[in-house]
C-alpha cells in the first residue's frame, strides 16, 4: 500500500521560500511507472497542477506555467521523498498543498495517491 | 490550453437515486486522457476513474465513467451516503499536464 506523508511549515512569511516534503513508502521515488507531483487547491484557483519530478533512466522535471520560475521540486533516493520550493511566496501563494503519485502507462498519468494536504498561510 | 467546465454546479439529490455529472472540455482531446476524482471535506481527492471508464483500484461499481472527444459523464448508479461530496473530472495532457475542472458538489436533498 503507497502512503506518502506530506511535512513542512504552516506559516511563510511574504517573499520567502515555501518549503514542503513528501514522504514516500510502498514505492519508489525512482519508479520507473511512476511520477511524483506537487498540487494546490484554494477557494480562488480550485485545484492546480505545479509540477511533477520523475525516472526514466535520468531525472525529469516538469512544472506548471502559474509557478514556472520561482518552484523546484527535487527527489531524494537515500530518503524516498521529493520536496517542493516555492520562492518568493505572496499572499496569493496561500493554499492546501498536496503531492501525489501519478500512475503512468499508456493512459497517461492518473493521479491515484495522494498525501494528507498541508495548509500553508503566507502573512507576516 | 484546454479548460473543463463541470455542470451542474451543485446537484442535490437523495440517497438511491442516480447522479450523472458532466465534463466539457474546450478542446477534444483524448478519452485515455480523462480522470475522476472525489473528494470530501479536509481530504484529499480520491482516484475514482482513469481513462475515461476504468475504475480505479477498490472503487464500487456503482461508478461509471464515460465519454469522448470534448464531452464526458460520470453516473453514480445509485447515491450512497458517503457519495455526497465534491466531485473533479480533470485532464492529462499539455500545459498545464493536468488541468481540473471546478467541481460538482453532490449534495443531500
Known amino acids: 500500500q503507497v502512503q506518502l506523508q506530506q511535512s513542512g511549515p504552516g506559516l511563510v512569511q511574504p517573499s520567502q521560500t515555501l518549503s514542503l516534503t513528501c514522504a514516500i513508502s510502498g514505492d519508489s521515488v525512482s519508479s520507473n511507472s511512476a511520477a511524483w507531483s506537487w498540487l494546490r487547491q484554494s477557494p480562488s484557483r480550485g485545484l492546480e497542477w505545479l509540477g511533477r519530478t520523475y525516472y526514466r533512466s535520468n531525472w525529469y522535471y516538469d512544472y506548471g506555467p502559474s509557478v514556472k520560475g520561482r518552484i523546484t521540486i527535487n527527489p531524494d533516493t537515500s530518503k524516498n521523498h521529493f520536496s517542493l520550493q516555492l520562492n518568493s511566496v505572496t499572499p496569493e501563494d496561500t493554499a492546501v498543498y498536496f503531492c501525489?503519485?501519478?500512475?503512468?502507462?499508456?493512459?497517461?498519468?492518473?493521479?491515484?495517491?495522494w498525501g494528507q494536504g498541508t495548509l500553508v498561510t503566507v502573512s507576516s | 490550453e484546454v479548460v473543463l467546465t463541470q455542470s451542474p454546479g451543485t446537484l442535490s439529490l437523495s440517497p438511491g437515486e442516480r447522479a450523472t455529472l458532466s465534463c466539457r472540455a474546450s478542446?477534444?482531446?483524448?478519452?485515455?486522457?480523462l480522470a475522476w476524482y472525489q473528494q470530501k471535506p479536509g481530504q484529499a481527492p480520491r482516484l475514482l476513474i482513469y481513462g475515461a471508464s476504468s475504475r480505479a483500484t477498490g472503487i464500487p461499481v456503482r461508478f461509471s465513467g464515460s465519454g469522448s472527444g470534448t464531452d464526458f459523464t460520470l453516473t453514480i448508479s445509485r447515491l450512497e451516503p458517503e457519495d455526497f461530496a465534491v466531485y473533479y473530472c480533470?485532464?492529462?495532457?499539455?500545459?498545464?499536464?493536468?488541468?481540473f475542472g471546478q467541481g460538482t458538489k453532490v449534495e443531500i436533498k
Open positions: 501525489a503519485r501519478g500512475a503512468c502507462d499508456s493512459a497517461g498519468c492518473a493521479l491515484d495517491y
Open positions: 480533470q485532464r492529462y495532457g499539455n500545459s498545464p499536464l493536468y488541468a
Open positions: 478542446q477534444s482531446f483524448s478519452s485515455s486522457y
